[in-house]
């Protein structure tokens, strides 16, 4: 028996983490604790702050009841060991699914040799390749009974994907974006609502400064004092200034507008038009992002508005493309 360590993250934020296999309970249970120790409680989680959910030690799974294929010479579940482990791989194979903003990971199995994780990928892939859901499998190299020394987990190619690929992988000449608070890519991120781009925005002759597109939105839900308040956050902690607020309607600077009306979207558009037009760097990153533009980020719910389609159209309106 394989034992696999994998760090659970909210399902708004970022799939599943794959932190390691181990031979035995025990070692997967010292690697749990060496990566609370280093990682969550160490001061740089990079995972601390999620969408709607808070990093909790409870999100570190050992997972026993993966299959596994080729795998005979290795379970070697009676050592507690690592002398004879220290050069043996294993091959994760992941399977991923999207829809509605949600990138799922499953952990479809756990492979002994290279050739044999190629062909279980493939199959997989071939299983798979009608659904309409479908994002892409990946295999991923793992020491055995190791922890990564990556907070982020074991990060593989995509040898047999589609729409999960890396975001920068060129396709008919275009560069494919995908806006993201979390992404490694400069562009993506300062291209997310979430991301701190102040910007003034006037409504109806009346002005307002935010520091965020996030911000503006979630602000709108408040009203008095505490929108401008929330106008002002960036991040998650305007993210979260909204949670819980649901009206039909919202008034601001002498209007009243009702929630996912075109009226509602054209202040959206408006607040994003301003946020490229006030930062040279989200500029740059905006006239840099040739090609479709895309939001796959984990979400339980469909968003009101489609933001990669509002970045596109002020794209358009900006540089002509």
């Excluded at 040739?290 to 796959?296: A, D, S, V």
Aim: aromatic share 8%; hydrophobic share 40%.
């Amino acid at each position: 028996m394989l034992h696999l360590l994998f760090r659970a993250i909210c399902e708004y934020t970022n799939p599943p983490l794959l932190l390691g296999v181990f031979r035995s309970k025990e070692l997967a249970e010292a690697a749990r604790l060496e990566y609370l120790a280093t990682v969550m409680h160490g001061g740089a989680d990079p995972w601390a702050d999620q969408v709607h959910s808070e990093a909790s030690d409870s999100d570190l799974h050992i997972h026993r009841e993966i299959p596994l294929v080729a795998c005979e010479a290795l379970d070697d579940s009676a050592s507690n060991s690592t002398e004879n482990s220290a050069d043996k791989l294993v091959y994760v194979i992941s399977a991923y699914f999207h829809g509605c903003g949600q990138v799922i990971r499953q952990f479809e199995s756990i492979v002994g040799t290279r050739e044999a994780a190629e062909t279980r990928a493939a199959e997989v892939t071939r299983a798979n390749a009608d659904d309409d859901f479908w994002a892409g499998c990946r295999i991923d190299t793992v020491p055995l009974d190791r922890l990564t020394t990556n907070p982020n987990g074991y990060r593989g190619p995509w040898p047999h994907g589609a729409s999960a690929r890396p975001r920068d992988t060129a396709e008919n000449g275009e560069l494919h974006v995908n806006i993201s608070y979390r992404s490694a890519d400069w562009r993506e991120r300062i291209l997310s609502n979430l991301a701190e781009t102040p910007f003034t925005i006037t409504i109806n002759g009346e002005t307002f400064r935010c520091a965020s597109v996030e911000g503006f939105w979630q602000g709108l839900k408040s009203k008095g004092d505490r929108r401008l308040y929330v106008f002002g956050l960036a991040g998650m902690a305007a993210k979260n200034a909204g949670r819980g607020k649901q009206a039909s309607t919202f008034e601001i600077a002498g209007l009243t507008i009702r929630v996912g009306s075109r009226e509602h979207e054209t202040l959206i558009l408006d607040a994003i038009r301003q946020k490229v037009a006030q930062n040279a760097r989200v500029a740059e990153a905006l006239q840099g992002s040739r090609g479709t533009i895309t939001h796959h980020v984990p979400s339980r719910v469909t968003p009101i508005f489609k933001m990669e389609k509002l970045l596109m159209a002020v794209r358009r309106e900006s540089f002509g493309f």
